[in-house]
């Protein structure tokens, strides 16, 4: 593997994990594996940091790229789409993660909005962001985040829980059914 990231393992023993190589690892029960490839665009390397495997076995890939990042579509087969790379009409700085939730929708963090992404690397830097994307389109939900890392909403549906990492807490947003965020709760 290399630079392996956003583990995920599947009912059927397969685990998952982002490879910058340009696309996903997978490592059967049986110690076998195989590694799904893409390209972007333009001859972009693709570097995935965050991976979602999709219902028809597809995957969402976060790319963290120098510059830019967006979130990508990797079929097994190597085909690769954009998803989304630009929300508010500003392109997606290096993103981090992708996550999918049991209502259908997109979550997608970004770390910082500095270049490189490395300035944002302290705790005086808050300017991550959440993006959501659902049946009415593409939305930044959470903003000022001190280093946006995974986020997941909790198995009940009530919570979105967010992991600041340079801000060194563990946040939570109340969620209605429509995917609006109440405020902010830091749980640790």
Do not use: M
């Not at 340009?22 to 991976?51: E, H, I, K, M, T």
């Not at 009940?156 to 965020?181: I, P, Q």
């Amino acid at each position: 593997l290399v630079r392996p990231e956003c583990v995920l393992a599947t009912a059927d023993g397969c685990l998952y994990s982002a490879d910058w190589r340009g696309g996903v690892a997978c490592v059967r029960a049986d110690g076998s594996q195989s590694l799904y490839l893409g390209s972007l665009p333009g001859g972009r390397p693709l570097r995935p940091n965050g991976v979602a495997v999709c219902h028809d076995s597809s995957f969402l890939l976060a790319d963290l790229g120098d510059a830019l990042g967006g979130v990508f579509a990797l079929s097994r087969d190597g085909e690769t789409r954009p998803f989304l790379e630009e929300v508010d009409g500003v392109p997606l700085p290096p993103s981090n993660y992708v996550a999918l939730d049991a209502a259908g929708r997109t979550w997608i963090t970004v770390s910082t909005r500095l270049t490189p992404r490395a300035r944002g690397y302290r705790g005086d830097v808050a300017d991550g962001f959440v993006v959501l994307v659902d049946s009415r389109g593409a939305r930044i939900a959470a903003d000022g985040l001190g280093y946006t890392n995974e986020a997941l909403v909790s198995p009940d549906g009530a919570w979105l829980y967010v992991n600041e990492t340079f801000g060194r807490r563990l946040s939570r947003f109340s969620l209605r059914s429509d995917g609006e965020l109440g405020a902010k709760d830091v749980v640790a």
